[in-house]
């Protein structure tokens, strides 16, 4: 007869190896230094169950759902989990009147964790608004998305937003080695040996993501074969067959000397460097959406508004190749770095940023000018300054009118060169009195 233990350590041995392997403390936790490190403000705040409604962003698999699970369990609070794709407006009230009966009965506060909080909509945002505004609910939301541009505002600015990064290739290797040690949780009853050259590939292609490198380890210990002496011995070969990609064919300095020459083909305008030059990274094992990403880059970059189509260019062929897959993506790859290539070129746009950006960060006298701001509230002197505002299309299309504010006013951030499209805008700017 099977007893409750065994039952309960089948059912945790069953488990993936990133969930058995989840770190239950800070000092389990993986990477995120810059957010968890001694004495930065998340980690005293948790320690001190200080924490309070936040919200989690990061790319997939870099610890925002681990450390959401760290503070539940280090604190002394009640948790609730739920997961914004299959949750109701129903299931938010209920998690509100837990709350508020936990508060009330037992003067325990209550932390929600919300997994894709940005799939939210906004009636289901407008139910948990009020609990997190009178502190009934401690709100912990984990999302891939920019929460600014994808969450209803209300909630973000009751939030702090905390920003995950990808993990770097060091963190994925120092857990990889721990799981293959790990007698309880990880792989450590396996006989196991695997090769530098196997971990290190793994922990580069995973991406930053540690789920993915655990499911690649766990997928190559498991199918490996055992070799007469009980040993499971994981080549490389196995690794590039658990990932699912093969490994560089050049080491990284050299990776980085072709990534330059890469990049610098297309800024030259020499087509035939370029398309050697993304094809030597692709078949050296290289994954193709790198390639596509500094393509994108440089459509902006380096041809900019001399022909805006290299961006549609580069970004439809990126669209092509993730339907299409390889090798026939590839086919519109080539013709977006020819187009790129044989674009005209300008700097123009990226000057523009630069300027705009500096602007941006070191002046503090931004007043907008009050015909411009927000006046659909206010009192009536307020709304009587929106009648200053020249209605562009009530003259044409265009109308001479100040928009930046006082202290910018003269500032001039994009300057149009006489190549390409740009030379149609400088003269179309010049018949609007707009010359530098």
């Known amino acids: ?62 610890g925002k759902t681990t450390l959401a699970n760290i503070v539940a369990a280090q604190t002394n609070g009640a948790f609730i989990k739920l997961n914004a794709v299959n949750a109701g407006v129903s299931d938010v ?19 929600l964790m919300l997994d894709e909080c940005h799939r939210f909509s ?5 139910s948990l608004l009020p609990a997190i505004e009178q502190g009934t609910i401690l709100f912990i939301g984990s999302t891939t998305e920019n929460p600014y541009a994808s969450m209803t505002p209300a909630i973000v600015s009751r939030c702090r937003v905390f920003e995950f990064k990808p993990l770097t290739e060091e963190d994925v290797l120092r857990a990889l080695d721990r799981a293959l040690t790990d007698k309880r949780k990880g792989l450590g009853a396996y006989r196991t040996e695997v090769a530098p050259a196997a971990l290190e590939h793994i922990a ?13 380890l766990e997928l190559a210990v498991l199918t490996t074969p055992p070799q007469e002496d009980g040993t499971v011995r994981v080549t490389l070969s196995d690794a590039e067959q658990s990932i699912q990609r093969k490994a560089l064919s050049y080491n990284e300095d050299l990776y980085y ?16 460097a370029a398309l050697y030059y993304a094809m030597r990274l692709i078949e050296g094992g290289c994954d193709p959406v790198l390639v596509f990403r500094r393509l994108i880059a440089h459509s902006a970059e380096d041809v900019g508004m001399a022909d805006p189509n290299a961006l549609i260019m580069a970004t439809g062929a990126l669209t092509a190749y993730q339907n299409m897959g390889y090798p026939e993506g590839l086919i519109p790859l080539a013709e977006a770095i020819i187009y790129v290539c044989e674009a005209e070129k300008s700097y123009s746009v990226k000057t523009a940023l630069l300027k705009a950006q500096r602007d941006a960060r070191e002046n503090r006298d931004d007043a907008i000018p009050s015909y411009l701001r927000d006046h659909s509230y ?23 009118q100040q928009y930046l504010p006082d202290s910018l006013k003269n500032r001039t951030y994009y300057q149009p060169t006489d190549y390409g499209y740009e030379k149609q805008v400088k003269e179309t700017r010049a018949r609007k009195g707009k010359t530098e």
Not at 204 to 215: I, K, Q, S
Not at 378 to 400: C, E, I, L, N
């Open 257 to 272: 000397d072709i990534l330059s020459a890469f990049c610098k083909s297309l800024r030259g305008s020499d087509s035939d």
């Open 204 to 216: 580069r292609t995973a991406g930053g993501d540690l789920r993915t490198a655990y499911n690649a």
């Open 122 to 126: 906004k009636t289901q945002s407008d």
């Open 1 to 62: 007869m099977t007893d409750l233990f065994d039952f309960n350590e089948n059912e945790e041995r069953a488990k993936p190896l990133a969930e058995r392997m989840r770190a239950n403390s800070l000092k389990e936790f993986v990477g995120q230094t810059h957010l968890v490190a001694e004495g930065s403000l998340l980690r005293r705040a948790i320690a001190l169950d200080r924490l309070g409604s936040c919200i989690f962003w990061g790319p997939p698999g870099c």
């Open 378 to 400: 206010g009192d009536q002197a307020m709304k009587a300054q929106s009648k200053k505002y020249r209605f562009p299309h009530d003259y044409g299309g265009w109308v001479k």
């Open 93 to 111: 009230k209920k998690a509100v009147e837990e709350a508020r009966d936990n508060l009330k009965l037992y003067n325990k506060r209550t932390y």
